[in-house]
């Protein structure tokens, strides 16, 4: 390994270790930091890494989703070659070799802290880490993600840096989420002169300036320790803002959502300068997530275990290949074709649906004869030859045989995933992409933007507590397009909140909600949260034999498996064993003994979910009160987890 030395410190002695911090910044645009967009946020911070350091201006994300587009950073792998391609059902693959894997083989100390839910314990992004952090979980079927805020992961990575083993190199993965909807950044981090209420721009770029802040007080703190670290910041997706119609990220390949930052400095105390061996390297060339992982090991002298499909940063032979792009999840929510493509030096090459748009305002879309198939030109860039034309299509055919074979130890689904699922190798193919002659006769996302956008807006209302007017827009929704199974499942859900609040159309609302998500599994059965949020409308429709019945096989399943996924029905049994009736049927199931016991166990099982443990507190607390206070209560308030 030519980069040995650089294991060593600046005398050379070979005891003198070398760090690594890795910053993800999550739904961080390149724009956001670099130029002068309009998208552009106050980040002085970053801005000193990228002025002393080094910008890598053409990075791009395989993929506008959080968990397979950090399984590539983290692994060196494509979506396509991990059979990774959403949030849910999958985890990573247990058996791929990870950084944290690879670095604690070289004798690394590996943390981690996380600030989203999408990468949390179960993910399989832990893998490797000897500490590891991350935030409580949202409800099943909650709209949005648990998270930590800026502030909080930078209080838990300054806990982990100081609790390294100082004897040896230090390897530390940190996950900023803020950036991700909702967009809440504190008011002093709104741009100067935003207008109140902010609009959602400002908030956002608000939220990128916050993550600044927070990752500064974290350089600050390495910096006091005078040693020297490599910095990586890099995003694994970007964010919509309106741009060619798309407000957030995920169901469209666009520039907006798959280009990156990517800033490389090496830090020494109060020193900031470009790493050792990036001197000579093309900041400007065609760059991927899957390039870091390589890159790092070369700076690092680590040897992988694995050969990786990346192009060192600094490799001088100027082979950048194009690069496969794609997300699979307007297939899997709203019944649309898969979306796929290439990222080739100045343009993207895309398919994805028979009724896709020859032209969108502000983009420079081209017609390649195909009939699916799509251009579109960074500005300025000539139509590609045909040669180039060719290669990227060959780049694009080889990721369709290009998947590691079956895990002899397969993942397990996460308890976001629907209950009762079994992630074998068969089922994990059954999300791999659709070749082209199968995927052109789907509906094109970018041809059913406007209706993206009514969904958004529905479920923003629903957020809101307006269930009323957030129905009647989904029932608009469907009643266009039946298969629309996002709508599908939110109507399920406006449903469910008007049983709950409700208690004069409570039984029909929840019957209505079973029904709902009962047609929804029927035509996408793995879509997330719909069998949890199923059985809890059977309950409150007062079906509480069936409910009863399906948590205890859920719970089975889930226990063979060892799923996460226990915590989230053991708390929904016990909910359902402490309703006494409901739409005026007497529950023959009710035991409270049996129903708080459950709860605790959900409790003992995810302590994150704090909010769980304060309602189960106070419910014990209420019941030792009582005159005739059950014998069971006080033994079970002894076993509560300590807050």
């Known amino acids: 390994m030519t980069l040995a030395v650089l294991a060593c410190g600046d005398d050379g002695a070979a005891d003198t270790p070398r760090h690594l911090l890795l910053v993800s910044i999550d739904t961080l645009r390149a724009d956001a930091v670099d130029g002068d967009s309009a998208r552009r946020a106050a980040t002085p911070n970053l801005d000193q890494l990228a002025a002393s350091g080094g910008r890598f201006t053409d990075c791009w994300s395989p993929v506008p989703l959080t968990l397979p587009a950090h399984s590539t950073l983290l692994t060196g792998l494509p979506p396509h070659d991990?059979?990774?391609?959403?949030?849910?059902?999958?985890?990573?693959?247990?058996?791929?070799?990870?950084?944290?894997?690879?670095?604690?083989?070289?004798?690394f100390a590996?943390?981690?802290?996380?600030?989203?839910?999408?990468?949390?314990?179960?993910?399989?992004?832990?893998?490797?880490?000897?500490?590891?952090?991350?935030?409580?979980?949202?409800a099943a079927g909650a709209t949005h993600f648990g998270e930590w805020t800026a502030r909080d992961v930078t209080d838990a990575a300054l806990a982990a840096w100081?609790?390294?083993?100082?004897?040896?190199r230090r390897f530390l993965f940190v996950h900023y989420f803020d950036p991700h909807q909702p967009y809440s950044p504190p008011r002093d981090c709104l741009p100067t002169g935003a207008a109140m209420p902010a609009t959602a721009d400002d908030r956002y770029r608000g939220e990128v300036t916050h993550v600044d802040r927070e990752l500064g007080r974290l350089l600050a703190a390495i910096r006091g320790g005078g040693e020297r670290c490599l910095i990586v910041v890099t995003s694994d997706h970007g964010e919509g803002l309106g741009d060619l119609g798309e407000r957030t990220h995920g169901y469209q390949l666009l520039p907006s959502t798959l280009r990156v930052p990517l800033l490389l400095a090496e830090i020494e105390g109060a020193a900031t300068r470009l790493p050792p061996g990036l001197e000579g390297a093309d900041r400007d060339r065609l760059a991927s997530?899957?390039?870091?992982?390589?890159t790092l090991f070369e700076l690092l002298a680590v040897d992988p275990i694995a050969d990786l499909p990346g192009v060192p940063l600094h490799r001088p032979d100027g082979r950048h290949p194009a690069r496969?792009?794609?997300?699979?999840?307007?297939?899997?929510?709203?019944?649309?074709?898969?979306?796929?493509?290439?990222?080739?030096?100045?343009?993207?090459?895309?398919?994805?649906?028979?009724?896709?748009?020859?032209?969108?305002?502000?983009?420079?879309?081209?017609?390649?004869?195909?009939?699916?198939?799509?251009?579109?030109?960074?500005?300025?860039?000539?139509?590609?030859?045909?040669?180039?034309?060719?290669?990227?299509?060959?780049?694009?055919?080889?990721a369709f045989v290009s998947r590691r074979p079956p895990a002899t130890d397969a993942a397990v689904p996460r308890d976001l995933s629907p209950l009762g699922y079994l992630a074998s190798s068969d089922e994990r193919d059954r999300h791999a992409?659709?070749?082209?002659?199968?995927?052109?006769?789907?509906?094109?996302?970018?041809?059913?933007?406007?209706?993206?956008?009514?969904?958004?807006?529905?479920?923003?209302?629903?957020d809101g507590g307006e269930v009323l007017p957030a129905l009647a827009a989904l029932d608009e929704i469907l009643a266009a397009d039946p298969e629309f199974f996002a709508a599908r499942f939110f109507r399920g859900r406006a449903k469910l909140a008007q049983a709950e609040s409700d208690p004069r159309r409570g039984g029909a609302a929840a019957s209505e909600a079973a029904a709902e998500f009962a047609r929804l599994l029927a035509t996408a059965p793995d879509y997330p949260g719909a069998s949890l949020l199923r059985i809890q409308a059977l309950a409150l429709g007062g079906e509480f034999a069936t409910a009863?019945?399906?948590?205890?096989?859920?719970?089975?399943?889930?226990?063979?498996?060892?799923?996460?996924a226990i915590a989230e029905v053991a708390w929904l049994h016990g909910s359902v064993l402490l309703d006494r009736e409901r739409a005026g049927r007497p529950n023959p199931h009710f035991d409270a003994e049996a129903g708080f016991g459950l709860l605790l166990a959900a409790v003992r099982r995810d302590p994150q979910r704090t909010d769980r443990l304060r309602k189960l507190e106070r419910a014990l607390n209420d019941l030792s009160r009582t005159r005739d206070a059950p014998p069971w209560v006080a033994p079970l308030q002894q076993q509560l987890p300590r807050r």
């Open 110 to 138: 590996t943390a981690a802290v996380v600030g989203g839910e999408p990468l949390a314990r179960g993910s399989g992004v832990e893998r490797g880490f000897e500490r590891f952090a991350d935030p409580p979980r949202g």
């Open 82 to 107: 991990l059979g990774l391609h959403d949030n849910t059902p999958f985890p990573l693959r247990r058996d791929v070799p990870t950084l944290a894997s690879w670095m604690a083989e070289a004798g």
């Open 433 to 462: 992409l659709l070749a082209p002659a199968a995927n052109q006769h789907g509906r094109s996302a970018l041809a059913r933007r406007a209706t993206i956008d009514r969904l958004l807006e529905a479920v923003a209302t629903l």
């Open 324 to 398: 496969v792009v794609e997300t699979l999840a307007p297939a899997l929510h709203f019944g649309c074709a898969q979306q796929y493509g290439v990222r080739g030096e100045g343009a993207l090459l895309l398919r994805g649906g028979h009724d896709a748009p020859l032209a969108l305002p502000g983009a420079d879309w081209r017609a390649t004869g195909h009939e699916d198939e799509r251009l579109l030109l960074d500005p300025g860039r000539a139509p590609p030859s045909a040669e180039e034309l060719s290669s990227w299509r060959s780049a694009l055919a080889d």
């Open 289 to 294: 997530l899957a390039d870091i992982a390589p």
């Open 548 to 564: 009863v019945r399906e948590l205890e096989s859920a719970a089975a399943r889930a226990a063979e498996r060892g799923d996460a």
């Open 162 to 168: 100081r609790e390294f083993d100082r004897t040896r």
